[in-house]
């Protein structure tokens, strides 16, 4: 159901730019379209991690998963409960480049139902990691048809990436790997049945446009040439605001640029925000130093205490009785 | 604690990061000028008309290149036929490069352009530059 | 009895394939699901707390409850101003990407297959009622965004639930975002309490706590008697008459336990390890009846009843003018200390000063601030600085493992300090397997105030992947005790491990540790402090092992 309207929502994107094109609707989806959704992807996240910032962190909540600081003898884990801030940036950096806490996942199983065993399950660390590694590159990729001239950097980029040398045009590693991820991706929430269970629309449909982005990128490059000395025309235009429509470009490219215009614009609004969200999760960006030095939170609220003079009064001949030392005879 | 300076510094830094080709174009101000080809011997009789017709051969090119190879390399098929009956050596460097003589103002205006680096020069020789004497 | 009630069989029927049902529409049959909740909070545990009673005398099953009119008004107030005041709340709303990689990590998930105990589904419970509130996508497009109205169904199911949740932070571990279920559940506990929903036995013990000290409601005079009947205990045990400072101004070091301690069996025998140890070194230290709880059942309620509890341990040791305060044994209590005691409570603390061994000099430089350690920390350091005398042999009639308790392990990162605390007093010490132990522990099930009789069937299910670990190692190394820190787990570790592994009992490191204590002036240890027989000590044990030679060792 849920799959079943987000490829409704995806068909639909699909027939807009496919018949904007058509009609030569070329100046609202070569112009008008790209300015908005940068315009809103930009606005939006700023607007999002503000909101964020604006909200304290009351309580310093790391989760250690490690060996704390302690006596001098007993080594700590900095990375895992880190002590200091280079740790905390040493565990950070694990968390966003190497996704360090999905290594971690394991597979629980019920044997001979008796017997609990947990297995290693890194298939879907393997697959995160494949379809973020592989987006960075292909976008990073990308912005030789955003600038003039191509920096080298990206010339190193696509000449690793296209290390194997197989095919005409050169086949990108990135590009396989990121049709594989995605499609594991895909499948595995809609076959798993708790990952069925807990999806969304709001799950299907990412994964659902960022594969047709793949896929019609894929199209472009192998089976299906578009021009892309014009299409770069258009994509420096853009950038350098002086925006050009060439003539003659297959609308396939449009089809592809009207999806990652969608996916941007879409990107502050959705779980997507995770990009920026897990370098402000307390339980990860904090120091395991709390005994160490205080924490303070800026809303401490003053609450009703029990104090001991209200004790001793209450409890004052009990006491007495059983010779325990008093404040007040 | 709400730690507002490193959100903002980092915000900022991705902000840089993420405009990379507006100010890098801004820099360079090279954006937005198509490259100029020489399309050297447009003019010249008997070499005015490509194999393929133009548009087909600016998207296609490499296709057609990599074809020829295997045909001539695995078949011994030498010799390429237009649509209007034509023949031609299956050849880059007599062929194509006959009428395009200019590989610096022709190939490479648009492969530079793109950032597209063909790897027909490892093996390939420019019969221009080999008369030229260079290597 | 559990095992009267509750087949094995029964309880081991688990599916952890969720049906293809979407979740948002469901209804808890509160009394068809009867062994699965815990009974409403008593008025007058409400009362002395001055929380919103309007709820009176109500329970789950109960066909009505009786909210107050505005409980939505009320729900979403509160959550705003929450929203306002945690940025992990807007966070852990917002970034979730349902990977799904937290599933299978809940103990209760585990234990029960209800796939609302999937830590990202229970979190999904508020998410779909923040989403149709604050996202204009949920608005509009409602269910299909996993947005959903707050109804008294939905309220219903966030009490089944959030009680449902032990705050022990295994998912966080493994979740990539590091999204803490026990934060969401702490504010969600936070709203159900503003409409009056709250369980007895976080309340009740969490008003006793706030008027006697602690949880139990003893008063001091029973504090004492309880002490002093330890003291005589260990006195017929080793024939010393240990000193018993209690209320003592003066003392270097303020001592806090938690209460289950001196009143609650297998506890008990932490109290007479702790004594023993104190004894022999000569620590300079009171015990108080005011503070005389360790645990802290606020962090089960809301944050500010955290608070409000912990402020007696800083104006307790500032009114008996100590140096600084050693905790016990004790789980949520540490999370308490070590993550919320000194923001919270930081205001209260004069006079105190950096913790300092006095017996080896050591500085506690992790604590310099907090000024409390644990006395894990503290008996390690000891240990290491050859300041006591220890038999291991003592203990040969223990094969122990250690369970890590939720909150040491994840909240402080205790975790070598325990073991090495535990190899210097055993030599039959056994692990359990890797990804049921450290920082990936499971939870005793009954943590975070769940941990009453009516709720059976889920603690018992909650606490099936650590009995069956402990199971593990009692058929592999034939393991007979299982050690903890943490006074819950002593309190429902027992018939946990009764129902699932009979014949494993449940103690304290600073039970192994009074055992093995070599005191001076003591008389001939043939009795542990459970004054059962030590393997190799007395007579009898001693024909029996030289009867059956190398073999009573591994029994």
Redesign the interface.
């Known amino acids: ?2 799959v079943g ?1 987000s490829l409704v929502v995806i068909v639909l994107l699909t027939a807009i730019a496919l018949v904007g094109a058509g009609v030569g609707l070329n100046f609202v989806f070569g112009v008008i379209i790209p300015y908005a959704a940068i315009a809103i992807f ?1 606005i939006g ?2 607007y ?14 790391p ?9 001098d ?3 700590n ?1 900095n990375l ?2 880190p ?1 200091n801030t280079l740790g905390v940036i040493g565990r950070m950096l694990l ?1 966003v480049l190497f ?1 360090r ?2 290594f ?5 199983e ?1 044997k001979d ?4 065993v ?1 297995g290693s399950s890194k298939w ?1 660390w393997a697959g ?1 990691m494949a379809f973020h590694w592989s987006f960075l590159i292909i976008f990073l990729r990308h ?9 080298k950097w ?2 190193l980029l ?2 690793v990436d296209s290390f194997f ?1 197989i095919g ?3 086949v990108y590693i990135t590009d396989f790997l990121i049709l594989a991820a995605l499609t594991f991706l895909f499948l595995r929430r809609v076959m ?12 299907y449909f990412p994964l659902l446009l960022i594969i047709g982005i793949a896929t019609t990128g894929v199209l472009m490059r192998y089976f299906i ?5 014009s299409i ?2 258009l994509g ?2 853009l ?4 925006p ?1 429509l ?1 003539e ?1 470009v297959n609308p396939l490219f449009y089809l592809h640029f009207f999806y990652v215009c969608t996916l941007i614009a879409y990107f502050p ?1 959705s ?1 997507l ?2 990009m ?9 960006n904090l120091a ?14 003053e ?6 003079q209200e ?2 009064e ?2 004052h001949d ?2 007495k ?5 008093l ?1 007040k005879e | 604690m709400f730690d507002g300076g490193k959100i903002i510094t980092g915000l900022i830094i991705f902000l840089i990061i993420i405009t990379f080709p507006v100010w890098y174009n801004a820099v360079n101000g090279q954006a937005g000028e198509r490259p100029e080809i020489e399309i050297a011997t447009k003019d010249t009789p008997g070499k005015n008309e490509c194999v393929l017709p133009a548009d087909v051969m600016r998207t296609d090119h490499m296709d057609l290149v990599m074809q020829w190879r295997d045909e001539v390399v695995r078949h011994d098929d030498r010799t390429f036929k237009t649509e209007n009956g034509r023949e031609f050596t299956k050849s880059l460097t007599h062929t194509c490069l006959d009428c395009h003589s200019n590989k610096d103002a022709f190939c490479d205006q648009c492969h530079n352009y793109v950032g597209v680096d063909p790897y027909c020069w490892d093996c390939h020789i420019v019969p221009q530059d080999f008369e030229k004497g260079v290597k | 009895m559990a095992e009267d009630k509750y087949k094995q069989e029964d309880l081991l029927k688990i599916e952890y394939c969720p049906p293809r049902k979407d979740w948002m529409d469901s209804k808890i049959d509160f009394e068809a699901k009867k062994g699965n909740w815990c009974y409403s909070a008593v008025p007058a545990a409400m009362e002395y707390l001055d929380l919103n009673t309007e709820m009176g005398k109500w329970q789950p099953h109960d066909k009505d409850w009786p909210l107050p009119d505005n409980w939505k008004e009320i729900i979403f107030e509160g959550l705003h101003d929450r929203l306002k005041k945690f940025r992990t709340l807007q966070i852990f709303m917002d970034i979730c990407v349902r990977c799904g990689a937290c599933a299978d990590k809940c103990h209760f998930f585990i234990g029960s297959g209800d796939p609302k105990n999937m830590p990202v589904v229970r979190a999904e419970l508020l998410r779909s009622v923040y989403r149709k509130e604050y996202t204009t996508a949920g608005k509009l497009l409602g269910k299909m965004v996993g947005a959903r109205e707050l109804t008294v169904d939905v309220l219903k199911e966030w009490f089944y639930y959030f009680f449902q949740c032990t705050e022990c932070r295994r998912c966080s571990v493994f979740c990539p975002y590091g999204i803490d279920t026990a934060e969401i559940t702490i504010i969600v506990r936070e709203l159900l309490d503003l409409v009056g929903m709250n369980i007895d036995w976080i309340t009740t013990p969490a008003s006793n706590c706030f008027r006697t000290g602690n949880h139990l409601g003893i008063q001091p005079h029973g504090v004492l008697d309880s002490l002093e009947f330890a003291q005589e205990e260990l006195e017929d045990i080793t024939g010393l008459k240990i000193d018993l400072p209690v209320n003592r101004k003066g003392a270097e070091i303020l001592f806090i336990a938690p209460s289950a301690d001196y009143f609650a069996n297998p506890h008990y025998f932490t109290l007479l390890g702790y004594l023993a140890l104190f004894h022999e070194i000569g620590l300079d230290y009171t015990w108080s009846t005011f503070a005389s709880e360790g645990g802290n059942f606020g962090l089960f309620h809301s944050h500010d009843m955290i608070k409000r509890l912990n402020a007696k341990m800083y104006m307790e040791a500032d009114r008996l003018g100590v140096k600084w305060i050693l905790g016990g044994e004790c789980g949520h209590m540490w999370r308490v200390i070590h993550q919320y005691m000194h923001t919270m409570n930081g205001e209260r603390q004069n006079g105190l000063e950096e913790p300092v061994s006095p017996i080896t000099g050591t500085k506690f430089e992790n604590a310099k601030a907090t000024k409390m350690v644990h006395i894990a920390e503290f008996t390690a350091d000891l240990i290491k600085n050859n300041k006591i005398k220890l038999d291991p042999s003592r203990n040969d009639h223990i094969i122990p493992t250690y369970h890590d308790s939720c909150n040491p392990a994840r909240a402080m990162g205790l975790i070598e300090e325990p073991r090495y605390i535990i190899n210097a007093v055993s030599n039959n010490f056994h692990e359990m397997p890797e990804n049921t132990i450290r920082e990936q522990t499971f939870c005793c099930g009954s943590g975070a105030g769940l941990g009453t009789d009516e709720n059976m069937e889920m603690r018992l299910r909650g606490g099936l992947p650590r009995a069956n670990a402990v199971k593990y190692v009692n058929e592999k190394h034939g393991v007979n005790q299982l050690l903890c820190m943490c006074a819950i787990d002593k309190a429902t570790l027992p018939p946990l491990l009764e129902y699932w592994v009979p014949g494993v009992e449940v103690a304290g490191i600073h039970e192994l540790v009074g055992n093995a204590l070599i005191m001076e002036g003591a008389k001939e240890r043939t009795v542990d402090l459970r004054e059962e027989p030590m393997l190799g000590f007395d007579e009898e044990s001693e024909k029996v092992s030289a009867a059956t030679g190398e073999d009573t060792e591994n029994v």
């Open positions: 159901m849920k309207i930009l996240v700023v999002r991690v503000l909101k964020w910032a604006k909200a304290p962190v009351p309580f310093r909540i989760t250690t998963s490690g060996q704390q600081k302690s006596l003898w007993i080594k884990d895992e409960s002590h968390e996704f806490s999905l971690r996942n394991t597979k629980t019920l139902n008796s017997k609990l947990y879907l995160g912005f030789k048809y955003f600038v003039q001239p191509t920096p990206v010339m696509q000449d040398q005409l045009p050169i798993d049945s708790r990952l069925r269970y807990m999806s969304l629309l709001n799950d040439k578009v021009d892309i000395i770069k025309e420096t235009g950038l350098s605001f002086h050009i060439p003659g609004f779980k925000m995770h920026g969200g897990v370098f402000l999760s307390p339980t990860r395991n130093n709390n005994r160490a030095k205080r924490h303070i939170n800026p809303w401490n609220p609450v009703k205490v029990h104090t001991y004790y001793e209450e409890f009990v006491m009785a059983a010779g325990l030392p404040d």
